[in-house]
């Protein structure tokens, strides 16, 4: 057994758990891998592999029993998340995305918000966060997207950019700030906004370097109307949900980008147990060793520490920001470096389309970017030390 596959086996999940992760990677591996390059090329919805997903029942993973879902643990969340997003990084992050969006509710709705939604995730409906706007990237305080009550109703104008999954999403995790509230920080609220809201439109989808398969969007707002009810927690409370939901989806970015890594690494090791070159396989070379060992030890400490923080989680902790933060730089750094040197170890193979190493690749990029740039994780972490 590899050190990649005793990592692995470590992962402490419980009997049902690991069953359950079982059954994941076999639809990973035989029915969404399979698709994954079609998907890509054709820049299509990967809707088959979502209605296979949803067949296991897996939005019910992260949903409470008690809201028709399964109640299952962070730890086996993140591991199907690296699981799907292996085999097709676009599928993974369609998902993840609903979870990202979604969990919040969870978090900060109100009973009634949270049994109209949540219910529906559980079967299968998938969700949307929508924060970033042309002039609000990883400062969210400079979105310009407005709520207004209006009686019993929350009116919404404006619009947002480079939203995953817009034009798909039954819910969507709107942020904006509150019209009467100046502070730019505590103006910032979230409510759920349903698909088909009158005003609501979905606009120009991007067409991106990566993740072609997964619908990026941008949104426009004109004058929606929804119920005051679908607000989380009170006008204002918004930049404290957004703050504790970054530290819970960051992880699963993580995650994301750590399938990526994996995947880009699997296929680099058999390429270059098989490829021949001067009378030798590529992975005799020493020079090849050196730096097969440097990649191995990277990935693995970093899938060690997703599964710490992902424990962490578990056990209930509240104070974590740091740790997620290290988690998604670290991840997404490891997932670029691997894709890139898993294109140099395919050689030419590895630029054309016959290997999937140059759409990991391009896939990989994206995870430094997205959920703060890793320059932005950076500074947060440093900051962490500067004594008070």
């Known amino acids: 057994m590899q050190v990649l596959d005793r990592l692995d086996a470590s992962i402490d999940l419980p009997e049902h758990e690991a069953m359950v992760l079982e059954q994941v990677g076999q639809l990973a591996a035989d029915k969404i891998a399979p698709r994954a390059a079609g998907h890509d090329q054709a820049g299509t919805y990967p809707a088959d592999n979502i209605a296979d997903m949803n067949a296991l029942g897996m939005n019910a993973m992260f ?80 979105m310009k997207t407005k709520f207004r009550a209006d009686g019993n109703e929350i009116v919404i104008e404006g619009g947002k950019t480079f939203i995953s999954n817009g034009d798909v999403a039954d819910f969507l995790l709107v942020f904006g700030k509150w019209d009467g509230i100046e502070d730019d920080r505590q103006s910032i609220s979230a409510l759920v906004l349903e698909k088909g809201t009158a005003g609501f439109e979905a606009l120009k989808k991007e067409q991106k370097m990566g993740h072609r398969a997964a619908p990026t969007c941008s949104l426009a707002f004109g004058g929606c109307r929804v119920p005051m009810t679908n607000l989380l927690g009170e006008p204002g409370d918004g930049l404290r949900i957004l703050l504790a939901s970054l530290n819970k989806s960051r992880p699963s970015i993580a995650a994301h980008a750590l399938g990526i890594a994996r995947g880009a690494f699997e296929d680099a090791v058999g390429y270059i147990n098989q490829r021949r070159q001067s009378g030798k396989r590529i992975v005799e070379f020493q ?36 740790e997620a933060s290290m988690l998604k730089m670290r991840a997404s750094d490891v997932a670029m470096r691997m894709a890139t040197e898993g294109v140099q170890l395919h050689g030419g193979y590895g630029y054309i389309q016959d290997f999937r190493a140059e759409r990991l690749m391009r896939d990989a990029k994206i995870t430094q970017i997205w959920e703060g740039t890793n320059q932005i994780h950076r500074q947060f972490i440093g900051r962490h030390f500067i004594e008070r």
């Not at 292996?86 to 918000?113: E, N, Q, R, Y």
């Not at 990649?295 to 740091?322: C, I, K, P, S, Y």
């Open 63 to 142: 949903v409470p029993e008690a809201l028709g879902g399964l109640g299952l643990s962070y730890t086996l969340y993140l591991a199907c998340v690296r699981e799907i997003s292996k085999a097709c990084a676009s599928t993974g992050i369609i998902w993840a995305t609903t979870f990202h969006g979604m969990k919040p509710v969870l978090d900060f709705g109100s009973s009634d918000l949270k049994n109209r939604v949540m219910s529906r995730v559980a079967k299968g409906a998938i969700g949307a966060l929508c924060i970033t706007e042309p002039t609000a990237g990883s400062d969210a305080t400079g």
């Open 287 to 322: 020079g090849i060793q050196f730096l097969i060992a440097d990649l191995a030890a990277d990935l693995a400490l970093t899938e060690e520490w997703l599964w710490r923080v992902a424990r962490m989680v578990d056990a209930g902790a509240t104070d974590f920001g740091v």
